[in-house]
């Protein structure tokens, strides 16, 4: 059966709102690309769904069977059309008109929207009115990497739950049981930390160039140093200066949680920090929005070399 690493705070909590009969209609998972959220959703559809009476969800009944085999009725995931993985409100609207359908199996019907926060804003809108007034039998799993991408009205609408990287023991497990040489685990989590999607990436044949830029450029960010970012940040590559910039972010987003009193170890951890130590919450969060608008140049028809050399003056400026 699907198992769940280091979510203990998600499984919690599903299985108190059930315990309860409170369940709620809409919940956001958010974290980084490979970190579980996609895992996550399919395991509350298990704890929702499941009709054992002992422990749940048990893995053994007929609904879990069906879930863990993709093959539930009531189970549904939504795709995207959109050429960079965008929801358009044409992919929307057959959900909304399919809620009002009683389920299949008698018991809720869940819908999982993976990455809604690359949905465009008419097609986010189209939900409000299944968020405002949801069926008794509905329930609404979203995912999302970068919350501020998601509507306000959507995200209010919603309980936000911020899916958390695995812990070593549970990374090693976790790529030991894809039969993955336990040293091998270990370096992947050493360079990754416990994201598990990312180390199984790196694992298959990924390259960990794009990581070590990334932990370069927070060190030149942290020293000032304007010449070393650049020859860092020089790409000519679109694709790849757009992953450079979003890695980035998270760097400096880090930085920002550690400025605030957090703690929690990652693969930037050492980085982060030194730039929380270094460099005011005020300018880090000029920075982490700074580095957001390269990236969204980049993914449009901005000049790659332009747009990256813009975007070290005003790292190193902190304008």
């Known amino acids: 059966m699907l198992r769940l690493y280091s979510k203990d705070n998600i499984s919690r909590l599903i299985l108190s ?6 369940l709620c209609h809409s919940f956001l998972l958010v974290g980084d690309k490979g970190v579980g959220k996609k895992t996550a959703a399919k395991y509350m559809a298990l704890e929702i769904l499941c009709r054992s009476e002992g422990e749940v969800p048990c893995g053994k009944c007929k609904d879990c069977r069906m879930i863990s085999n993709d093959a539930h009725p009531d189970v549904m995931t939504v795709s995207a059309s959109g050429k960079s993985g965008n929801y358009r ?23 999982i929207l993976p990455d809604i926060d690359k949905a465009l804003p008419a097609a986010q809108n189209t939900l409000l009115k299944l968020f405002e007034e949801p069926p008794d039998h509905v329930i609404i799993i979203m995912t999302a990497e970068r919350l501020e991408n998601v509507l306000p009205t959507v995200r209010s609408r919603a309980i936000v739950i911020n899916v958390p990287e695995a812990s070593r023991e549970d990374t090693v497990a976790a790529l030991t049981e894809r039969k993955i040489p336990e040293p091998d685990a270990e370096k992947a989590y050493g360079l990754l930390g416990g ?13 960990d160039e794009l990581y070590l830029r990334v932990k370069s450029a927070a060190e030149a960010i942290a020293k ?8 860092i940040l020089n790409e000519t590559d679109r694709m790849a200066a757009v992953e450079l910039t979003i890695e980035l972010s998270k760097v400096l987003s880090e930085a920002i949680k550690r400025k605030q009193g957090a703690d929690e170890a990652s693969f930037y951890s050492n980085e982060a920090q030194k730039l929380s130590e270094t460099i005011g919450q005020k300018a880090l969060m000029t920075m982490y929005d700074r580095t957001l608008e390269a990236a969204g140049k980049l993914k449009g028809n901005a000049g790659v070399g332009l747009t990256m050399a813009d975007l070290t003056g005003k790292l190193i400026g902190r304008l």
């Open 17 to 22: 709102m059930r315990s309860r009969d409170r």
């Open 89 to 111: 409100t044409d992919d929307l609207r057959p959900l909304i008109s399919d809620a009002y359908i009683a389920s299949n199996e008698g018991g809720y019907k869940i819908y």
């Open 195 to 207: 994201n598990i999607g990312a180390c199984i990436e790196y694992l298959n044949g990924g390259s």
């Open 224 to 231: 000032s140093d304007e010449y070393a970012l650049l020859k």
